[in-house]
């Protein structure tokens, strides 16, 4: 709709457009009732579900010991090192899987037991690199291996866990 005014040499000009706030498909007849305390007592079912109900018993062994057996991580080398040689014969280039860098030292300190126990590896190091302590596993040669290392740690919840290059001892 155009709407042209003249008045005294100034046009005025109007558009319009209306729109409606209720529904063209709402009922203006149709008004809620209020629910009665009678409606709300009555039971939307009154089927008796004790005579199917089942036990179910599941035995549990008792945890003894908050360690992960040896054969957790089927498929994978054992993560049990062989402890019998445990020296150090030189070093080189090689990597490790850095869990934790904090500069509190008691939180380094107990993540470095906690992996100690969940994994039993014996290289397990807290190193300080001013002004941080990091907490690193493993002597790896190939970085393939620290990566397999840095999944399992990320399942078992040490999520940021990265593997870093550094230089690495040989055992014999």
Do not use: H
């Not at 035995?59 to 040896?70: A, F, G």
């Not at 070093?91 to 934790?100: A, E, K, L, S």
């Not at 302590?133 to 190939?142: A, L, P, Q």
């Amino acid at each position: 709709m155009k709407l042209t005014l003249t008045f005294i040499g100034l046009n005025l000009i109007i558009f319009g457009c209306s729109a409606s706030t209720g529904s063209r498909y709402e009922s203006k007849e149709e008004v809620k009732k209020p629910t009665t305390s009678e409606e709300n007592k009555k039971p939307l079912e009154d089927f008796d579900i004790t005579p199917y109900e089942t036990n179910i018993e599941i035995d549990v062994p008792p945890l003894t010991s908050d360690k992960l057996p040896p054969d957790v991580w089927y498929g994978y080398e054992s993560a049990t090192p062989d402890s019998s040689s445990n020296i150090i014969i030189g070093t080189t280039d090689g990597y490790r899987v850095q869990v934790i860098s904090t500069d509190d030292i008691d939180e380094a300190n107990r993540i470095r037991s906690e992996l100690y126990e969940k994994t039993l590896r014996k290289e397990v190091y807290g190193i300080f690199e001013p002004p941080f302590y990091k907490v690193k596993v493993g002597d790896f040669t190939s970085k393939s291996e620290a990566e397999n290392l840095r999944f399992k740690l990320n399942q078992l919840g040490f999520t940021e866990s990265k593997v870093v290059q550094e230089t690495v001892n040989i055992f014999n």
